[in-house]
């Protein structure tokens, strides 16, 4: 793989590759194939693996397989049992089809506000920058909501970015 | 390969030394090269704009780039060709959790680690770039004027940079810069009147080849994942809202009432704007929720989410606009019949 990229990144940095080599990398199906390997796109296509990983049963499986602990009470086996027919996991399944539309789109994962001072540009109005995750946003930026409680401003959150979502699913499946 | 980048240095080259004594650069048909036409003038600002829109649809190529907003870098990859006489494009994030999406034949599909893949009936074309290259330049010009900046130097290309300006205050002006041999764009800043570049896409590396990646044609013969039916709108499908503003070039291209899936189904009225650059949608609901601020505002880089409450109604405008535009739109929101 390390001497596939180097030869891409040769391609892309330097047009002057010669030709046999460009056509080796494209013509060469073990090449292809590991490369592809790297993309989920190609697995889900060939329908080698299940593109949903749900490694819980596996993780489940795995603990099963351990010699008890004493001190462990075991609890897993309920855990599995009713894992299977609950209702709620085939819920939420079906929310995330939708959910992802959204973010391959590019759509915002909003996690916390933070207030800018009111300037020209926007006329005045207060501000609130998202601030996606991973950003490093202080907690000191909760402040700019209080009186409002935080289960409050989490239903906003999720409402807003139901919303930010909904606005790239109507755009994507326009006629 | 040698012989064709010697060409395209002579091309270059040749160009360099004639453009500005007057002369104009097409894309040619067959060779997909630009070629000097003697007898023609300089092309004008809307004319690179135009050869951009058709390589960008016509040409194969793949690029490599990152969108910077509000001090965010997200490197991206777009691999675009053409498959049996239709357009393919595949999409991913570098970064991060595996995310991908293939668009081929009126269907796009997503790809995103830990979650089932899908598809989309869309024949709408949303990555990267698309925005400025399916826009009517000609209609356009009611609202921006169109300027050449100068040229440059953008992934290694020499380039050519046009300036979208906008003629009033209620959208966002862009600069295009274009490959002067492909035509393809290379870098697209948003531009807020205070001309603060409020979102950037850069390409980093552009490869534009004369057939299509062997890869993204394997891609398109295989069975794509399960095609996702958005659920229908209600029956008595217009709003019961209307706009009664809209900014010069923006018109409403769909008005329905739907729920939202991704959020407790709740119901909608909803307005869909299009100016041919951008888009916005009106939500009108139920308030759900009492703000401390009678109004709120939030903004990543061009994008704008506005909230407004009136009564026991909420009014969110989002879509890629200035402040003041989405402010003006949601105060100009109506209710037209009532039949509750």
Redesign the interface.
Known sequence: MTEINEQLSSLIDNENVESKSLDALIHDKEQQDVFSRYHLIGDVMRNETALNIDISELVMAEIAQQPSLATVTPITATVVSEKSDNNVVSFMKRFGQYAIAASVAGVVVMTSFITSQPTLENNGIEVLNTVPFGGGVSPVSLQANKGQSKQALQDRHERLEALLKDHQLQLQVQP | ??RH?LFSTIVASVLLLLTPLGNAIEVDGNSKELVVKEESTIPSAIEYLQLMQKSYQIENYEI?YL?SL?K?L?PMQLIHGIVDGEEAS???YLNGV?????QYAGK???????????T?????N?SVFANIANFDYVKGKQSYDYVILGKGRIAGKQSIAIRMISKDDYRYSYVVWCDLQSALPLRLDTI???N?VVEQIMVM?L?VSESSN??LAK?TT????ET?H?PESTTDNSSQWKTTWLPTGFSV??DDQHR????EN?P?S?I?LDDGIV?V?I?ISEK??T???P??????GA?V?Y?EHRGEVEI?V??DIP??TA?RLAESIKLVTDDH
Do not use: D
Not at chain 2, 222 to 225: K, Q, V
């Open positions: 390969m040698n980048s490599l969108s509000q965010q997200e595949y999409f991913r595996i995310r991908e999406s293939l796009i599909s997503y790809f995103e680690q830990g979650r089932p893949a899908y989309i009936e869309s024949g709408q949303r807020n009147k205070s603060v590396s490869n062997p890869w891609l295989n069975a794509l994942p996702v958005i291209i769909k939202l899936v991704m959020h709740e909608v909803y869909l888009n949608s939500y759900k929720l703000l401390e601020e109004q709120k505002l939030i903004r990543r994008t989410l909230t969110n989002v879509g402040v003041a402010q």
